[in-house]
T-cell receptor, first 111, second 113 residues
Framework: ELKVEQNPLFLSMQEGKNYTIYCNYSTTSDRLYWYRQDPGKSLESLFVLLSNGAVKQEGRLMASLDTKARLSTLHITAAVHDLSATYFCAVEPNTGNQFYFGTGTSLTVIP | DGGITQSPKYLFRKEGQNVTLSCEQNLNHDAMYWYRQDPGQGLRLIYYSQIVNDFQKGDIAEGYSVSREKKESFPLTVTSAQKNPTAFYLC????????????FGSGTRLTVV
């Protein structure tokens, strides 16, 4: 059974601090996606990572992919309240045609 | 503007009733997907379609049905066989090829009354 595990599941951090969310997966894949979901809303695409060593940055968020370790990270730098949301990673297996989502990390940034 | 439209935003279903959730996209995407999200959980795939008039079951297809008569449309019917349908339903689409992620609709929140 294909598994996509995120940790932590819940994260409360102070403004200005740094932290990393981890996404481990159990299948062979070169394709990893990060999404953001605000309460009661749909998912918004953040990053598309398509190869080993891929690194993407947007504002205070940076995502990376290590396909050999089957690990992706989402690093938050100098957190601000607007980053409070739930973050999901999703994996598309190399031989598959659907995405598999992690359980999400609920991030709360405290002023 | 291109996008995916889901309707209705909120839907209430009585016991034993079938209901249909609408999903329409004008992105010219080939593949479309239905996911279910329960509170505090990730997304689980119900059905997906990569081409008109063809679709495949996902991990939790029991109690649901779909059709794909047009490229733009992928409606989901929640049947009375689905015993616990209360959830947030998300429709997504994706172009052909491996370089693209999903584009999601705004979701339909279904509640059994």
């Amino acid at each position: 059974e294909l598994k996509v595990e995120q940790n932590p599941l819940f994260l409360s951090m102070q403004e200005g601090k740094n932290y990393t969310i981890y996404c481990n997966y159990s299948t062979t894949s070169d394709r990893l996606y990060w999404y953001r979901q605000d309460p009661g809303k749909s998912l918004e695409s953040l990053f598309v990572l398509l190869s080993n060593g891929a690194v993407k940055q947007e504002g205070r968020l940076m995502a990376s992919l290590d396909t050999k370790a089957r690990l992706s990270t989402l690093h938050i730098t100098a957190a601000v309240h607007d980053l409070s949301a739930t973050y999901f990673c999703a994996v598309e297996p190399n031989t598959g045609n659907q995405f598999y989502f992690g359980t999400g990390t609920s991030l709360t940034v405290i002023p | 503007d291109g996008g995916i439209t889901q309707s209705p935003k909120y839907l209430f279903r009585k016991e034993g009733q079938n209901v249909t959730l609408s999903c329409e996209q004008n992105l010219n995407h080939d593949a479309m997907y239905w996911y279910r999200q329960d509170p505090g959980q990730g997304l689980r795939l119900i059905y997906y379609s990569q081409i008109v008039n063809d679709f495949q079951k996902g991990d939790i297809a029991e109690g649901y049905s779909v059709s794909r008569e047009k490229k733009e449309s992928f409606p989901l019917t929640v049947t009375s066989a689905q015993k616990n349908p209360t959830a947030f339903y998300l429709c997504a689409s994706k172009p052909a090829g491996v370089l693209y992620g999903y584009t999601f609709g705004s979701g339909t929140r279904l509640t059994v009354v």
